[in-house]
């Protein structure tokens, strides 16, 4: 999902628990509402869309 693109983009490796924590914290208080709003405003067709394919893969 957003949060572990954000987490994990470039390629990033943690090498403790508290550094990965640390960068989820920052990167959860990073997304906007207007983020999560668009997100909000496509799950019915990303629920359409799985009910097409019967529960299987969709592009989301």
Same mark, same amino acid.
């Not at 994990?8 to 628990?17: E, H, P, R, S």
């Not at 983020?35 to 629920?47: D, F, G, I, W, Y």
């Given at each position: 999902? #957003?949060? %572990?693109r954000?987490v994990? =983009?470039?390629? %990033?490796?943690? @090498? *403790?628990?508290q550094?990965? =924590? %640390?960068? &989820? #914290? $920052? +990167?959860?208080?990073? #997304?906007? &509402?207007a +983020?999560?709003?668009?997100? &909000? %405003?496509?799950?019915? @067709? /990303?629920?359409?869309?799985?009910i $097409?394919n @019967?529960?299987?893969? *969709? /592009?989301?």
């Open positions: 999902g #957003i949060l %572990a954000r994990y =983009k470039n390629g %990033a490796q943690y @090498n *403790t628990v550094d990965l =924590k %640390a960068d &989820v #914290i $920052q +990167e959860w208080d990073s #997304i906007s &509402v +983020e999560l709003q668009k997100l &909000v %405003a496509s799950m019915p @067709n /990303r629920m359409f869309k799985i $097409q @019967n529960g299987g893969e *969709t /592009r989301y």
